[in-house]
């Protein structure tokens, strides 16, 4: 017996009815995590036209070092010239295309394309291309610069020829509370890559709250307490005891950075501009020093002009992909990588003082401990919810009182692709 398909052609999606009939406070519907089409237009309207997060200055520490970023079709090479700065290209040869750098991270003296060899310098110039006629003028074909931008040892860039103007708001209000912990400077203790079976927003929603702590992270509230943008009223009951803890270590990190000169000034603005972004202060539990036994220390030398291992944690989110934590001894620094509408690279990395050895100062098993399994404990939660928002089940239910901060990251975005639809 022979049996023949009907083939039934799935309608595209509407995406414009999608996006407007978003209900506020409620998390999005099903397409936005699922859709290829919507995840081509994240490529764009987000990543394409917005700053984000790539890297720290301490992964490129050398003159020719780089790492290059994809995201979509895109590839970025970041390169330390030979007068040290930080410059951004297309990873596409002007002569006949060709990728010109595969591996993610690395070191050149000049980029030299696997092809025909044509070869820049690292300030992105052409300095050899054989069998050119003579009228050939060399200047005409350098590499094709990315905007890029350094804020106290971390790197942003833009790949739009139009990029935001806001970032150097953004810079100037964050750059000086970065300063003491000397992040340019700081050496890569460890990296690791994560593949999440989750569409990015998931990823980065799941960041931004911290509902799920207090079942989730066993390892985590060694050191944190389970409260982000939680007020008295939303404490329960049982909760309570620790709450006054909190609000007790929160009052003595709040004196010992002010005694150090430390800027105290906290700002939200997750969805009021494009370079979206909060800064903010958390006090630590236990030791009350860092991400140890007990709350200790994990490395003995602190980070830059740090004397106080007691220091609490900076902590920074940023729009659309990354989160960090500046502590006394360490930084944490997460950042986001859409591969597909249901997969995402989280990069975390972990830096040191410059001068901390391996195996002296700190312990890698134990300078990553904490972060390694919360990171897994996370990616399960993304993946569990992206399986049930792929369900034909699933309906967008309501953020509770301690969700805000996702629902900002989730206004952020539909405002900016609702007006990319126009
Ligand atoms: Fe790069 Fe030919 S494509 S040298
Ligand atoms: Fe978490």
């Not at 700190?362 to 399986?387: P, S």
Request: with cysteine; proline share 6%; charged share 25%.
């Amino acid at each position: 017996m022979t049996v023949t398909h009907t083939s039934i052609e799935k309608p595209s999606l509407d995406i414009a009815s999608v996006v407007n009939r978003r209900a506020a406070g409620h998390s999005l519907e099903a397409p936005f995590y699922t859709s290829q089409e919507i995840y081509e237009l994240d490529l764009d309207v987000i990543f394409g036209r917005h700053w984000f997060f790539c890297a720290t200055e301490a992964e490129i520490p050398e003159a020719g070092d780089y790492v290059t970023v994809n995201v979509g079709p895109h590839s970025v090479i970041i390169v330390r010239d030979d007068d040290e700065e930080i410059r951004a290209f297309r990873n596409v040869c002007r002569h006949r295309g060709a990728r010109l750098l595969d591996q993610g991270c690395g070191s050149v003296g000049n980029i030299v394309c696997p092809y025909h060899q044509w070869t820049y310098r690292t300030d992105g110039s052409l300095v050899f291309a054989e069998y050119q006629p003579s009228t050939f003028d060399r200047e005409q074909f350098g590499l094709r610069p990315v905007h890029v931008r350094t804020v106290g040892g971390l790197v942003f860039f833009c790949l739009s020829d139009e990029p935001p103007s806001d970032f150097d708001e953004f810079s100037r209000f964050v750059e000086p509370y970065l300063l003491p912990y000397d992040l340019r400077t700081a050496k890569v203790a460890h990296q690791t890559d994560i593949v999440e079976r989750g569409n990015w927003k998931l990823v980065m929603e799941n960041n931004r709250e911290c509902h799920h702590c207090d079942v989730s992270h066993p390892e985590l509230l060694t050191a944190y307490f389970p409260f982000n943008r939680h007020s008295e009223e939303d404490v329960p009951p049982r909760m309570r005891p620790l709450y006054e803890r909190y609000k007790a270590a929160e009052a003595a990190l709040t004196a010992t950075r002010t005694a150090a000169g430390f800027p105290q000034e906290e700002r939200r603005e997750l969805d009021s501009r494009p370079t979206g972004f909060q800064l903010f202060h958390l006090p630590l539990d236990g030791a009350g020093a860092s991400l140890g036994k007990g709350g200790e220390q994990v490395c003995k030398k602190l980070l830059g002009s740090i004397t106080d291992p007691k220091f609490g944690d900076l902590s920074l989110h940023m729009q659309p992909n990354a989160w960090f934590h500046f502590l006394s001894d360490h930084a944490v620094v997460f950042w986001v990588q859409p591969l597909s509408p249901g997969e995402t690279l989280v990069r975390t990395t972990w830096l040191v003082h410059p001068d901390a050895v391996e195996g002296v100062d700190y312990d890698v098993d134990a300078l990553t401990a904490v972060w390694k399994a919360t990171n897994d404990q996370d990616r399960a939660l993304v993946e569990a919810t992206q399986c049930g928002v792929a369900n034909p089940g699933y309906v967008p239910g309501p953020y509770s009182t301690v969700e805000d901060d996702v629902e900002a990251f989730v206004n952020w975005y539909v405002k900016r692709i609702r007006s990319s639809l126009g």
